[in-house]
């Protein structure tokens, strides 16, 4: 596809399971961003990836968070233990270089229950 | 560390009333500035970059570095620019801040 894409679009868990969210970038996209979108809260910064080098991790907010990516390309981010804190909308991004536009996904809509 | 402030959560004008979305930013260095744009149900969408100096849907803002702002102007709001703006920086690492939106709307 030519845009960014994340999967699911929305999901509904139980406090205390495990989720991971998907992030297909756009081709040749060397930076990716995760970012958590909450009423009041604004766009919240998570994490970016660049190229090979070492991701950003500075905004994740807690130990139960991490992200990984795959062949410079897909991105997961996994929340374990759930809480009902984490209920949000998780946002990722993705740009070819600095100065450049980020394109956003459709956002993943977590509900933990 | 760079930061990005948007203070007003809220706005609301007339349409064909001028309209400004405030910004102001922390940065050491010299930071790349944007607005997004989500309209409703849509995705988050590039509106203007600072450096591209030019003007989307009637929008303009103008990097004033000596206030660390960057400031977004439509001189006759739109019912149509009713949407949720925020603010972004970008500084020499690829880190990319936004500020915590500003939802304008404009009545009839």
């Known amino acids: 596809g030519a845009g960014v894409s994340q999967s699911p679009s929305n999901k509904v868990t139980e406090k205390g399971k495990d989720v991971e969210l998907r992030c297909d970038p756009i081709?040749?996209?060397?930076?990716l961003y995760w970012y958590r979108q909450s009423l009041g809260q604004g766009l919240e910064f998570l994490i970016y990836f660049q190229g090979n080098s070492a991701p950003d991790k500075s905004g994740l907010p807690s130990d139960r968070f991490s992200a990984e990516r795959t062949g410079g390309s897909v991105s997961t981010l996994t929340i374990q233990r759930t809480q009902q804190e984490d209920s949000a909308v998780y946002l990722c991004?993705?740009?070819?270089?600095?100065?450049?536009?980020?394109?956003f996904g459709q956002g993943t809509r977590l509900t933990v229950v | 560390a760079q930061r990005v402030t948007q203070p007003e959560k809220l706005l609301s004008v007339f349409k064909g009333a001028p309209v400004e979305l405030k910004c102001n930013y922390s940065?050491?260095?010299?930071?790349?500035l944007f607005w997004y744009v989500q309209y409703s149900r849509q995705r988050l969408q590039l509106l203007l970059r600072h450096i591209s100096r030019e003007s989307i849907k009637g929008f303009t803002a103008d990097l004033n570095k000596g206030e660390t702002s960057f400031h977004l102007k439509k001189p006759f709001a739109q019912e149509e620019d009713s949407a949720m703006y925020y603010c972004?920086?970008?500084?020499?690492?690829?880190?990319?801040?936004f500020g915590k939106g500003t939802l304008l709307t404009v009545n009839p």
């Open positions: 081709s040749g996209h060397t930076a």
């Open positions: 972004a920086l970008t500084g020499s690492n690829y880190k990319l801040t």
């Open positions: 991004a993705s740009r070819r270089g600095l100065g450049t536009e980020a394109f």
């Open positions: 940065y050491s260095g010299s930071p790349e």
